[in-house]
Every structure is written in structure tokens, then in C-alpha cells.
């Protein structure tokens, strides 16, 4: 059955679709996801060559940011580090900014429902308020030294020396430390899976 890890893992990942801006960014995909079936149900008379395909890539793109969202928010809430969570954040603020774009997008190629647009803009805008307090409560002193420079706490440089620094790094050992972690029946188990998918071919 379940064992501990399993159990804090589904009590957090409930907990996170508990979360305002969780369900706010669920809110937006099913909007998302209706508006996109209002415009593809939707007889619109396109002015020039290639605005019907201009149209698809936008409603595909659109569909995909919404569901990038949610999975963010899940991967921002799993992890501690500093820099983890605001690279999660950061492609939650691309997908929703892109998903307004694509708004636009879609209007000037003809679809004139208007309140549809004007909801989903609304909502989207109210997920950014829910956003901007989310990550004030990201703590920046949970940090490793992020080398590429993008989030780091204030003071704290990409070149700045860190104790992980000094541990060394033994190449010739790194496959020897990944193998001990498996017993041999481990490896037992593996070889007979690997058989049985050879004999299934």
C-alpha cells in the first residue's frame, strides 16, 4: 500500500489545489479551454490566406499556456530553493502574458464575442494579484548561488564563492555511487523486465 512518503506527497499536492491561485489558474484553463471551443464553433469570414491556420496556432498556443500554469504553480510549491521557485514563477508570468497576447490575436482575426475576451482578460488579471503575493512569500535566503545570474537574494552574485565549492567532484567515481544504491536483485528484476519486453517484440 502507501507508505509515508506517498501519503505527504497526496496531502501536499492537495493542499496545493486548495491554494487561491491554484484554483484561480484552474479557473482560467476551463476558460480557456471553452473559449477556444466558442471560436473553432465559430463561423468566421477570414480576410486573407493563412489567418484560418494564424487562428489554430493562436487557440493551440493559447490552450497550452493555460495548462502550463497549474503544473508551474504544483512544481513552484515542491520545491524550497529560492532560485527553483522563481524559475517556475517566471514561466507561469510568460504563459499568462502570452495567453493576453494571444487575445488580441485572436479578436483582430475576427472573432467578435467580445465578453468572452473581456472574462477571460478579467480573470487573468486577477491571477496576477494572486501571483504577485504568492511570490512574496518565497523565502530568498532558501538559495544555492544561482551561476546564470537571474535569482539570487539581494547582494548575492553569481560568482560569489559557496561552500559547495570546496566539495570535490570525483568523476571517476560517479557511476560506482549510482550502482551501489541498487542490490543485486534490483538488477535481477531490471534484467528480467528488459526480457520479457525483447520476447514481447
Avoid: C
Avoid at 20 to 36: C, G, M, T
Avoid at 44 to 54: A, F, M, N, P, V
Avoid at 135 to 147: A, L
Wanted: glycine residues 2%; negative net charge.
Amino acid at each position: 500500500m502507501f507508505d509515508d512518503d506517498d501519503f505527504d506527497s497526496m496531502e501536499h499536492h492537495n493542499h496545493v489545489r486548495q491554494m487561491p491561485i491554484y484554483i484561480k489558474a484552474e479557473e482560467i484553463s476551463n476558460l480557456v479551454y471553452h473559449l477556444v471551443k466558442s471560436v473553432e464553433n465559430t463561423d468566421i469570414k477570414y480576410k486573407r490566406k493563412g489567418e484560418k491556420k494564424l487562428m489554430e496556432y493562436n487557440l493551440s498556443y493559447m490552450m497550452e499556456n493555460s495548462l502550463i500554469i497549474p503544473t508551474k504553480i504544483m512544481g513552484a510549491e515542491s520545491v524550497d530553493a529560492y532560485d527553483l521557485k522563481m524559475e517556475n514563477a517566471t514561466i507561469i508570468r510568460k504563459s499568462a502574458r502570452e495567453i493576453i497576447n494571444d487575445l488580441q490575436g485572436i479578436e483582430m482575426l475576427g472573432f467578435d464575442e467580445i465578453e468572452y475576451l473581456d472574462l477571460l482578460r478579467k480573470e487573468v488579471e486577477n491571477f496576477r494579484v494572486l501571483f504577485a503575493e504568492w511570490v512574496k512569500t518565497f523565502d530568498p535566503w532558501d538559495y544555492t548561488i544561482d551561476r546564470w545570474g537571474l535569482f539570487n537574494p539581494p547582494g548575492i552574485n553569481y560568482d560569489d564563492h559557496s561552500p559547495e565549492d570546496d566539495i570535490p567532484f570525483d568523476s571517476e567515481n560517479i557511476f560506482e555511487d549510482f550502482f551501489d544504491d541498487y542490490e543485486d536483485e534490483d538488477w535481477e528484476d531490471l534484467e528480467d523486465e528488459d526480457s520479457e519486453t525483447e520476447e514481447e517484440e
